[in-house]
């Protein structure tokens, strides 16, 4: 069975602080993807970013990087600098390769306070 | 252009009654998924299409029955609002079959409330 762990529920930071959230995913395949998204106030999902398993480089994109670390079934992002603007409901997702489903952990919640 | 659009945003219906959401995309992807999201926030599958097809229905009354007319729209109608349907309805697409595989995009969501 396909499992993602979201163990953090709610995170507050002061802005510019940096904050990691965690992720720890469950899966028997050899072939899957990860993925992170974003839920604002407003309440649309946002794409952030998709990793496959074969891929275990870490990515960083502006303040967002990604550490993907197979040995211990996590990945993890991680925000510098938070800001304001930041401050959202992040779920972490897997796909398993030739399943239609996205497996969502429950989600951390992110309050960046001024 | 907006690639996952669903209508209507806000939905207050009451008890008994029987009421559609739309979705379309329109990014060229060949499957397309219902999801739902609690007052807790946790996402589950609903529904999966493919090309049409039915691929996943993850144990969901049969009050709701999703249609996809083509490979860009799927629709969900729900006869018999009960008040435990009420949460937020997220449409998505994804090119699972087609060689160029990003993930899945959702649309904004509908708000559903039974009362």
């Known amino acids: 069975a396909q499992k993602v762990t979201q163990a953090q529920t709610e995170i507050s930071v002061v802005e510019k602080e940096d904050v990691t959230l965690d992720c720890v995913y469950e899966?028997?395949?050899?072939?899957?993807?990860l993925f992170w998204y974003k839920q604002p106030p407003s309440g649309e999902l946002v794409f952030l970013i998709r990793?496959?398993?074969?891929?275990?480089q870490n990515e960083i994109s502006g303040r967002y990087s990604w550490n993907f670390q197979k040995s211990t079934s996590s990945f993890n992002f991680t925000i510098t600098a938070s800001q304001v603007v930041d401050s959202a409901v992040y779920f972490c997702a897997l796909k398993v390769s030739g399943t239609y489903k996205y497996i969502f952990g429950t989600g951390t919640r992110l309050k960046v306070l001024a | 252009d907006t690639a996952v659009s669903q209508t209507p945003k806000y939905l207050v219906t009451q008890m008994g009654n029987d009421k559609s959401i739309k979705c379309e995309q329109n990014?060229?992807?060949?499957?397309m998924y219902w999801y739902k999201q609690d007052s807790k926030k946790f996402l589950k599958i609903m529904f999966s299409?493919?090309?049409?097809?039915?691929?996943i229905n993850e144990t969901v009354p049969n009050r709701f029955s999703p249609k996809s007319p083509d490979k860009a729209h799927l629709n969900l109608h729900i006869n018999s609002l009960e008040l435990g349907d009420s949460a937020v309805y997220f449409c998505?697409?994804?090119?699972?079959?087609?060689?160029?595989?990003?993930?899945?995009?959702f649309g904004q969501g509908t708000r559903l409330t039974v009362v």
């Open positions: 899966t028997r395949d050899t072939t899957y993807y």
């Open positions: 299409y493919n090309n049409k097809e039915l691929i």
């Open positions: 990793r496959n398993s074969f891929d275990e």
């Open positions: 990014l060229g992807h060949d499957t």
């Open positions: 998505a697409s994804s090119p699972e079959g087609q060689g160029f595989f990003i993930g899945a995009f």
